[in-house]
Structure formats: C-alpha cells, structure tokens
C-alpha cells in the first residue's frame, strides 16, 4: 500500500501542505479564531484570519505560532489536525510520514514541541528539517553538492540566513525580524508621522501593494484608512512608497547586517562560490519590491528571488521526505 509523504511548512503567518505526487495542496493562514468562554474553536485558517481585529469580546483569533515557534501547544495540535485532514480528503490512507520544518534557531524543546504535536495529529514517522535546507530544496538549488549556497529565507516571524554545502548547514543565523515586523514598522511610522491608527492587515496592505526597501525610479501612491489619534475619528490619507521605504529602513537593515554576519563566518572556499552564484531568498517576507537591490547594494552579491518563494519552503519539505524514505535504511 503506497504511503503518503506530507510536508509541512508551519509558518507563522501561514500553513502549507506539501503531499507527494500532488504538490502544495493547502495554504491557509495559520490562524484560529476561539470563543473564551467555551473554548471551542469557531474558525480555523482563512475564515479566522477575516476574523482577526473584528471581533466581539468573547470570540479571539490568535495565532498560535509566534516568531516560527509554538506558544499555544493544544491550538496548534488542533490546527494542524484540522489542516492535514483537510489536504489529506476523507479516504483511509496509513498513517503518513511528515517532515515539518522549523526555524534554524530554534531549541531542543521547541522542535520537540514539534514533534510532539505532529505525532498527536496521526503522524508514523515525523522529520523535523531546518528551514534554510527546505527553502533551498525547494528553490532549486541542489544542496548535495559540494559547493556553496546562501539561502535568505524570510517568513512572518522569523528570517533564516544559511550558507549551504553538502546537503547540511555551514553556517546559519536566524534572527526573530521578518514580514511581520515590515507590517509593525508601517504602523508605527504611520502613527508617528501621520497620527494615524492602522490595524495590521491594512499595515499589509500597504506593505503588498506600495511596500518598498530601495530607492525606486517611479513613486506609487496609496489611499489609507484608518483612525486619526487627535480627533478619533475615521481618516483617510494619501501614502508614497517612498514612506514606507523610510518606514521599512529599520527591519530590512537587520536583516541586511545578519546576512553580512553569515558571510563574514563563511569559509573562503564556500565565500568565492556564494560570489559565482549569488543570494538566493525565499519566503513571502521576499516579496517586498526593492530588497533584492537592497541585499545587493549592501553585499556586493548578485541578489535573487526564487521562483515561487511562498512555497519553496513547503515542497522543499516534501521533497526532503521522498530524499529521506530514499536513503532510509530499516
């Protein structure tokens, strides 16, 4: 009887499921929406994340991954069983092998945690892989070779900087500076400069649609709403991407020096391939206009965007099973 291999790349902003022969079958934003009084949980992924900041007072959306890792064990296992019966369908397979991956800085009782919640979901056997190794399988990138590769993978909640060769890590750093903290950046310039209280999907809005970390040729303009601080009251005001690339320096200038810190921890060997090869990056958090120039004006290093960098991470997942059931001997 064929198993069935799954990936998971739990994200903290959002789920994606990887199933072999089908491909990213699910992406949900990893968010639930439970009502306090009763505990039960009302909405999980897209319908909770509609939710989110629009809720009466018993009804909380919450997302139960913070910064890469899990803060709410028993939601997340929820979560989790709720999306891998969802990608899954109704047919009676064996229990599948799942390889989930984590952040590259996390600790022993943070993968365990892990483990443990993917084992509570039906799992008969669990890989736990380290998210730059995922990322860069999933961009392409043959890791089994003996060259190196620098793979920027940027999420919600966490960015991971790895120098890659032989199939594992040479050198990697993860800091708790991503996507999330682009959104946090947008509001509090924008309420410093303008008095104007946005929430964090307008923030995202912003970010998606005018969001910018270098110098463009051509200014785009956004209209946004939100709640003047003075008056209280509804306002509405006209936003240039050259505002948010003031309001994004901090952020994307941490991640530009974590970069630099890895490369000044690279053998020279591996330094001269990262060269001919240039930075690859993955995760949503690459998608903000600008910051491959960003990367590349600060390093010197021709700087790119993998294919498809929301799901490099989820397939990469995937495909790391199939390598592992491969290699397996038992």
Known sequence: ?????????????????????????????????????????????????????????????????????ISDYTVTEKMMKYFIQKAMGKRNFRKPRIAVCVPSGVTEVERKAVEDATIQCGARDVFIIEEPIAAAIGAGVDIAKPCGNMIVDIGGGT??????????????DSIKIAGDDFDQALVRYMRKKHNLFIGDSTAEDIKINIGT?????????????????????????????????EALKEP??????????????????????????????????????GLEDLIASQTGINTMTAEDPMTAVAIGTGKY???LAGHKEE
């Not at 699910?26 to 509609?50: C, M, W």
């Not at 960015?159 to 990697?172: P, R």
């Open 159 to 172: 960015t991971d900087v790895a120098v890659i060769s032989l199939g594992g890590t040479v050198v990697s």
């Open 213 to 245: 970390a270098f110098k463009r040729p051509e200014v785009d303009y956004m209209d946004v709403k939100g709640r003047n601080l003075l008056t209280g009251l509804p306002k509405s005001i006209k936003v240039s991407s050259e505002e948010t690339e």
């Open 252 to 289: 994307t200038a941490q991640i530009v020096e974590t970069i630099k810190g890895v490369l000044e921890k690279t053998p020279p060997e591996l330094a001269a391939d990262i060269i001919d090869r240039g930075i690859v990056l993955t995760g949503g958090g690459s998608l903000l206009r």
């Open 1 to 69: 009887m064929q198993y069935t291999d799954i990936g998971i790349d739990l994200g903290t902003a959002s789920i994606l499921v990887y199933i072999r022969g089908k491909g990213v079958v699910l992406k949900e934003p990893s968010v639930v929406a439970f009502d306090s009084n009763t505990h039960k949980i009302q909405a999980i992924g897209e319908d909770a994340r509609l939710m989110l900041g629009r809720t009466p007072g018993n009804i909380v959306a919450v997302r139960p991954l913070r910064e890469g890792v």
């Open 321 to 323: 099973v199939e390598f």
